[in-house]
């Protein structure tokens, strides 16, 4: 609880047609059992599924790699998972082998009943640059065409729930936020990896982004 922006005692956040849940690779990879298995992973599915109907609108975001994607550690010779390499855009952590397009771990969770979402944005396709945020590639130049989308749609605040929390909910809260848009990551409706203290980093890094951290309590039914 500590880590939250005092939500408790706040007034509960109307919803409106401005705002939009951004819900971040809920993917089977992602989940118990999958190949980057996020601890609890699972759990944030019927929380996200009981969100998404406080919600006119809904977007994804859906990790989708090639075979021998750059960020995986298998496409690096004497490299192992979660070691971390430097790679022509900066530091890059070497993962497991997961959510290759057309696989069942690169399939949205089973449970997630989201059939209103407007958008789906795919991601990390290109084979040598990674992308943890929905909004840039990890070049931080190569664009996804979300943060056009959500504006010419007209919405103000993005509130951002998934997996991730320390990578791809992180990295698209902040971009979120660069973006223009007011920023929430509903911090009960994710999961983190935390790796080598990659946690409280991404939480530094949201805070300093002016991306506020709540709970789901928050949002008014
Ligand atoms: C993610 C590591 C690699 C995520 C995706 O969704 O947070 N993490 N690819
Ligand atoms: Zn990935």
């Given at each position: 609880m500590?880590?939250?922006?005092g939500?408790?005692g706040r007034e ?6 401005k705002?939009?849940l951004?819900?971040v690779?809920?993917?089977n990879?992602?989940?118990p059992?999958?190949?980057?298995a996020?601890?609890?992973g699972d759990a944030v599915?019927p929380?996200?599924?009981d969100?998404a109907?406080r919600?006119?609108?809904i ?5 989708w790699?090639?075979p ?6 298998s496409?690096?010779?004497g490299?192992?998972?979660f070691?971390?390499?430097d790679?022509?855009?900066g ?6 082998d997961h959510?290759?397009?057309g696989?069942?771990?690169?399939q949205?969770?089973e449970?997630l009943?989201?059939p209103?979402?407007?958008?789906v944005?795919?991601k990390g396709?290109?084979?040598?640059i990674d992308?943890?945020?929905?909004f840039v590639?990890a ?5 996804t ?15 951002c ?6 990578f791809?909910v992180?990295?698209?809260?902040i971009?979120?936020?660069?973006e223009g ?7 009960d409706?994710t999961?983190?990896i935390d790796?080598?203290?990659s ?7 949201m805070r ?7 709970e789901?309590?928050s949002?008014?039914s």
């Amino acid at each position: 609880m500590a880590y939250r922006d005092g939500a408790s005692g706040r007034e509960p956040t109307l919803i409106t047609g401005k705002d939009v849940l951004l819900v971040v690779d809920v993917q089977n990879d992602f989940l118990p059992g999958g190949s980057l298995a996020v601890e609890g992973g699972d759990a944030v599915v019927p929380i996200i599924n009981d969100l998404a109907s406080r919600f006119a609108h809904i977007v994804l975001t859906q990790d989708w790699h090639t075979p021998g994607h750059g960020s995986f550690a298998s496409s690096h010779p004497g490299k192992t998972p979660f070691e971390t390499i430097d790679m022509a855009y900066g530091r890059q952590v070497l993962w497991p082998d997961h959510c290759i397009q057309g696989t069942t771990g690169a399939q949205f969770a089973e449970g997630l009943d989201l059939p209103r979402a407007e958008l789906v944005v795919r991601k990390g396709f290109n084979p040598s640059i990674d992308s943890y945020s929905g909004f840039v590639e990890a070049d931080r130049r190569t664009r996804t065409g979300l943060a056009g989308y959500l504006k010419e749609r007209g919405f103000e605040r993005v509130f951002c729930a998934g997996l991730a929390t320390d990578f791809c909910v992180a990295w698209t809260a902040i971009d979120a936020a660069e973006e223009g848009f007011e920023t929430y990551v509903l911090l009960d409706a994710t999961r983190a990896i935390d790796t080598n203290g990659s946690l409280d980093e991404a939480l530094a890094a949201m805070r300093r982004a002016g991306v506020a951290i709540i709970e789901t309590a928050s949002i008014a039914s």
